[in-house]
Structures are given as structure tokens and as C-alpha cells.
């Protein structure tokens, strides 16, 4: 936890201090930084480090209990959630990459291997010691940037992917036609979210500004693990709609 003792990370006055925290404590715990169970410092420690006062923290923390991130024991301290459970999760089956219109241009940002965060060691079955793909990409929507993507590949199936098939193919689109994988399930979760300095900084929107976030881990046909994404989409660019039918079918449609 040394990295509560430094200087304190909060810069940007314009944007409430609670929720830089929320913002920062969030990521340290998505990325693996703060695994499940591990205590936080005091209250005390954490209010100096982050340079606010016991209000403000306490405000910060307790968005993130909300959020199933953490858990909060009368006595004893303040823990990262043994199992986060984040949002309530509705189950949909439109496959939302596959469904937006308008011409596209993917441009690459970066592209490089590293070691996989926690929650995927336990989607693609590896190891700390393994390594992932990590692609990093901003689609642009006649000229606009609509959607800031992060996936996840096995470095085995990523170097048969050329810097072509990124600039111009959607993920699904590349695993089918282009590594000829067949898809099995895939599972999507949505949510409404606020733009951090870096999402806000790609999608040229303001930090708080809303974006509508999907997750997607994507399965062969036999339930092995293919890719993992995450994709934040401008709140005010885009809308998904589901038409549900008696005989239990659908008809789905996602759009700028």
C-alpha cells in the first residue's frame, strides 16, 4: 500500500475531489492493484494522503461499497470486496459491436503485451507468469470519435493479426474472417458510466461527461476463451434498442 503514502495523485480542481477518488481506488482495483480482501489504510492515513478531508473520503467510500467494490467492517477497517459484484447486470443477447452504422475507421493507439489483470487469469485459464495482448483502439464515426475500445487477445492468435485488419475490421469481425475462429457464446454487460481523464481525453468529451460502457468476453464454439473487451461509447452519440417478441425472440439495432 505505498502508494497511498506518496504525494497526493489528486491535480484536476475542476473535477470533485470524492469522486477522483472514487475514480483512482476503482482502477487500482479493476487492474488488480488492490485484490480481494486486501485492507485499505485508515481513514486518517487516507484522508492525508489524498490531501481532503474525513467527509470527502468517507463520501468516496461509500459509492464504492454501493458499487460492490468494497466492504466496510465496524471496527475493523475498510476491505476491497472478496467477490465485487459492481452494478445490478441485465442479460441481453445483441451483439453490440457487430450492429453500428456509418462509415469506420479504427485508429491504433497502442498494441502491446503484458501480464494479465486478475479477473482474466481466470477467463483465459493462465497464469501471472502468461501473457495477454493488449490492443488499444479509438473508433472514429465520419471523422468522429465514437468509441474508445481495450482488448484482450492470447499473443498466439494476436501476431496473425496485421495492422490493416485493426485499422479497418471490428474485433468479431477479425476473429471470424481473419483467424477463421468460429464464435461460441458471448457475454455482454452494460452500463452507464462517467468519463475519466483518459476516456474523456480519447472520445474529446469532458471528465464526468456520460459514456455507455460494454464488457464482452467472447467463447468458441466448445466455451474457451477467445477475447475479452472493454468499450466506452459517447453517452450522447449513441442508443441501443431491443424489441422483444412474444415467441421470446428479438430484434436488436446499436447506432450513433
Known sequence: MNEFTKKSPLKDRSVPLYYQIVELLR??????????????????????????????????????????????????????????????????????????????????????????????????????????????????????PFCYTISFLPPELA?????????????????????????GKIRQTFEARTADSEVAGHLSIGILDPVFYVEAFVYGPKGDPIQYSQMYHKGNRHKYSIELLSNGKFINSAHP
Open 27 to 144: 482502477q487500482k482495483i479493476e487492474q488488480g492493484e488492490l485484490t480481494p480482501g486486501e485492507k485499505l489504510p485508515t481513514e486518517m492515513e487516507l484522508s492525508k494522503s489524498f490531501g481532503v478531508s474525513r467527509v470527502t473520503l468517507r463520501q468516496a467510500l461509500s459509492i464504492l461499497k454501493a458499487d460492490g467494490l468494497l466492504d466496510r467492517k465496524h471496527g475493523n477497517g475498510t476491505f476491497v470486496a472478496k467477490s465485487p459484484t459492481g452494478p445490478e447486470k441485465i442479460k441481453l443477447t445483441g451483439i453490440i459491436e457487430q450492429n453500428l452504422s456509418g462509415e469506420q475507421v479504427h485508429r491504433l493507439i497502442s498494441m502491446e503485451d503484458m501480464p494479465p489483470l486478475p479477473h482474466l487469469e481466470e477467463f483465459f485459464r493462465i497464469s501471472r507468469q502468461d501473457r495477454l495482448t493488449r490492443i488499444r483502439r479509438l473508433r472514429m464515426v465520419d471523422d468522429f
Open 159 to 183: 501476431k496473425k493479426v496485421t495492422r490493416r485488419d485493426i485499422e479497418h475490421r471490428n474485433m468479431l469481425d477479425i476473429i471470424q474472417k481473419r483467424l477463421q475462429l468460429p464464435l
